[in-house]
């Protein structure tokens, strides 16, 4: 929760791997994020953008399961 332009969605795109931090680092469990196993730390973690129409019709959890493998209750 934040103002418009705070960083609330760079800070959700470099947990995810989509941004890298142009200073500073990001730490899991002390751990830099860069030294994780990134399919192990993509499994931890569902990013669901507020692009509400890709979804029209669906619930929140139907659409963090889109990417979970086949079978995997999660």
Not at 16 to 40: D, F, I, K, S
Not at 54 to 74: D, H, N, S
Request: aromatic share 10%.
């Amino acid at each position: 929760v934040g103002h418009n332009g705070s960083g609330k969605t760079t800070l959700i795109h470099v947990l995810a791997g989509l941004y890298a931090p142009t200073r500073g680092r990001v730490l899991v469990g002390g751990v830099p994020l860069g030294e994780l196993n990134q399919a192990w730390w993509r499994d931890q973690i569902a990013v669901l953008f507020q692009r509400w129409a890709w979804f029209l019709g669906v619930t929140a959890e139907e659409a963090i399961a889109l990417g979970q493998p086949a079978g995997r209750k999660g």
